[in-house]
């Protein structure tokens, strides 16, 4: 059984910084393409951060110089870095995995809500 299990979302001021964190269980994790999406109130799911199984990272234009996205194989789990948070980015941020074999996993979303 696949399980995403996202942490780490909170009230944050604007300018501050969160680290969202996914841990995986029922993949074979380094193979997977992990990403980061979200969905502002009354907006649909956007894509946010993508690191592929070589490490190769991309973001989206609005989060570009600010977020950061990592992996640790050792515990099958991606990060989210988030700095110089903006109001805009308040959001649940949804961790999605791209298996290996074309399988396409989500968690349960974790709430990002920043103050200005």
């Known amino acids: 059984q696949v399980q995403l299990v996202e942490s780490g979302g909170g009230l944050v001021q604007a300018g501050g910084s969160l680290r969202l964190s996914c841990a995986t269980s029922?993949?074979?994790?380094?193979?997977?393409?992990m990403r980061w999406y979200r969905q502002g109130p009354g907006k649909q799911r956007d894509f946010v951060a993508q690191i592929t199984l070589g490490g190769a990272a991309n973001y989206a234009d609005s989060v570009k110089g600010r977020f950061t996205i990592s992996r640790d194989n050792t515990k099958d789990t991606v990060y989210l870095q988030m700095d110089n948070l903006k109001p805009e980015d308040t959001a649940v941020y949804f961790c999605?995995?791209?298996?290996?074999?074309?399988?396409?996993?989500w968690g349960q979303g974790t709430q990002v809500t920043v103050s200005s």
């Open positions: 029922g993949t074979s994790f380094s193979l997977n393409t």
């Open positions: 999605n995995a791209f298996t290996f074999s074309g399988g396409t996993y």
